[in-house]
């Protein structure tokens, strides 16, 4: 069983940066492929990057946005830079054991964080 819990979300104006992070319990933290979701107002879920052997982006996030993992402290992280209104979303950490070679799906992930809001103005 693993517990993912996130932060950093919050309000920021359009050019700017946050940085969340989502802390995983559990053991073998570095065999899990480990994805940030995000869920805009009224849409549906979507996939943003992921990070296993390899990082993975969404399109519509390459350049502006980083994902990271420090396995030592069982976190991965998101940098998002330059930020747009249509990033604004509740954003969501998941976990699932082994590694990726695409950005999975909502449905392939096993674990998820409660998410965290961010509020992109313009």
């Known amino acids: 069983q693993v517990q993912l819990v996130e932060s950093g979300g919050g309000l920021v104006q359009a050019g700017g940066s946050l940085r969340l992070s989502c802390v995983a319990s559990g053991r073998a933290f570095s065999a899990y492929t480990m994805g940030w979701f995000r869920q805009p107002p009224g849409k549906e879920r979507e996939a943003v990057a992921a990070?296993?052997?390899?990082?993975l982006y969404a399109d519509s996030v390459k350049g502006r946005f980083t994902i990271s993992r420090d396995n030592d402290k069982n976190t991965v992280y998101l940098q998002m830079n330059s930020l747009i209104p249509e990033d604004t979303a509740v954003y969501y950490c998941a976990a699932d054991f082994g590694f990726a070679s695409r950005l999975k799906t909502v449905a392939e992930y096993d674990y998820w964080g409660q998410g965290t809001q961010v509020t992109v103005s313009s």
């Open positions: 990070i296993s052997w390899r990082t």
